[in-house]
């Protein structure tokens, strides 16, 4: 296969597009949880936004996540219904940069974007990156 059918395969590089308010939803939600990792899912339609699920980080890390299961199955079950994809899994690296740790690259399982939140000054950016084995690429993060 060559490499145009493989960019094809997967759609969600091409990065995401955040409705404003689900951008900020997230930015409040991992500021509120510094100094320990915050983590959560993006759900919508063709890229576009259409809610944000903060789920609880039940490592309570300011290094580690890991999505507690009741909280993250009863998003993906509100996905559903609704008819939305998973778009994004988001977190925080409250001490670190907004770039995927070896950990992060490890145990990227899911084909959509990951983004990554870190403080710069008093306030908290995010970049997004599509994360295939042991590739890091950065996908486009756009606000409407
Ligand atoms: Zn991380």
Partial sequence: MDGMGLVNLHPPARGITLHREHWQAMREHVSRE???EACG???GKDGISQAVYPIPNELRSPVRYRMEPRAQLAAFEAMDEAGWDLLAIYH???QGRAIPSAIDIAEAAY???????????KTWFCRGYWLEGKRVQPVP????
């Fill in 41 to 43: 899912l993006v759900a």
């Fill in 92 to 94: 925080s690296h409250p």
């Fill in 141 to 144: 993060v756009r606000l409407l």
């Fill in 111 to 121: 084909p959509v974007v990951y983004l990554i939140w870190a403080p710069v000054g």
């Fill in 34 to 36: 510094a100094p320990y």
